[in-house]
């Protein structure tokens, strides 16, 4: 009984330890959620093998606990952390699958969901996700036809070089009128030119081209695949965004797995039509509030009026038309960039 009572404190505890990890680090509702139920069935266990919890506190020798006196090596950050507790969960369902009669295997269904949720939990916590994306952060989003219109850098890789060398951290593609070979072809290159400045290179709604050309992400739109969907299909090591309008969305993507929102517009654009009213600087406040990871605000954003994005307390902008018109792209984004930065 003894035995049984310090595996499954021993348990309980560590179940905790990585459902705090999961809520107050990883900012996932799914995988603290998850834990949460672990160490409630966890704590319901003892039902399945006929121990109650009045008899296992009956059993309890805390003082006489020879080991009690151990002192525990410290941990060297959070990934240290949680593999430590994930190896004590599953060594104490080991130790209560030995000593226990255990017909309805509880513990056994138990060890196993820990390998799951380890698998999730660290993959996580071993992906660094770029600094960038907290900000401050010009993300210029980019289509072919609009650099193409340009007097000068009309090619799309010279007008990339030049938006990411006026302090771009992310350069997202937007094509929506290219074959699947025309697209990928473009965004090999266009990857080349991120890598080797330094900045994160997102495709939007093509989880496909993504991966095949590894680029930093993917970003999808209320209209496409979920932030959830896209997870699924781009695996743990690459960065999800996902296009927001309102705190429910915001909320539903975090949820889902976003590693940042864009929302808006704010102000009325005329890049994207159909993405309903301005919601304005105001209502991006709230916006940041509901939400667990970075905020780019977007829509109608210029050099004009990204200082109401600033006093927002928002530092991450998404832009189009005002890199795309400007006379000088990568003086534009230096300046909207500084503004950030106050």
Do not use: W
């Amino acid at each position: 009984m003894r035995i049984v009572d310090a595996n499954l404190n021993r348990a309980s505890e560590a179940a905790r330890v990585i459902e705090d990890i999961a809520r107050f680090h990883l900012s996932s509702a799914p995988l603290a959620g998850e834990s949460k139920q672990l160490r409630h069935d966890i704590r319901e266990a003892p039902t399945e093998i006929g121990a109650s919890r009045a008899a296992l506190c009956q059993a309890r020798d805390s003082e006489g606990d020879v080991a009690a006196s151990q002192v525990r090596s410290g941990r060297n950050g959070l990934l240290s952390v949680a593999t430590a507790n994930f190896s004590r969960l599953q060594e104490a369902f080991r130790v209560l699958e030995e000593v226990s009669h255990d017909p309805s295997k509880v513990f056994s269904d138990l060890r196993y969901r820990t390998y799951t949720l380890e698998k999730k939990v660290i993959r996580l916590l071993a992906r660094r996700k770029p600094e960038v994306l907290a900000g401050p952060c010009v993300c210029v989003i980019v289509t072919r036809q609009m650099v193409a219109g340009r007097a000068a850098l009309s090619d799309p890789m010279e007008f990339i070089e030049s938006v990411i060398a006026g302090g771009a951290g992310m350069i997202q593609l937007r094509e929506k009128s290219l074959s699947d070979r025309e697209f990928k072809e473009y965004a090999a290159a266009a990857h080349q030119v991120t890598s080797k400045a330094g900045a994160l290179l997102v495709v939007n709604d093509r989880t496909d081209i993504a991966c095949a050309v590894d680029a930093d992400g993917v970003h999808v739109g209320q209209d496409d695949l979920s932030a959830e969907e896209a997870r699924r299909i781009v695996g743990d090591d690459m960065i999800v965004g996902a296009s927001t309008h309102s705190e429910e969305e915001i909320r539903r993507a975090c949820l889902a797995g976003a590693d940042y929102v864009g929302f808006g517009p704010v102000f009325e654009t005329e890049t994207k039509k159909g993405v309903g009213p301005a919601v304005s600087p105001d209502a991006l406040q709230t916006a940041q509030k509901a939400s667990s990871v970075p905020v780019y605000a977007i829509g109608g954003i210029g050099p004009e009026n990204v200082c109401h994005i600033r006093k927002a307390g928002a530092r991450c902008i998404a832009v189009c038309g005002a890199a795309v018109s400007a006379d000088d792209p990568a003086a534009a984004v230096a300046g909207m960039r500084d503004t950030l930065h106050k």
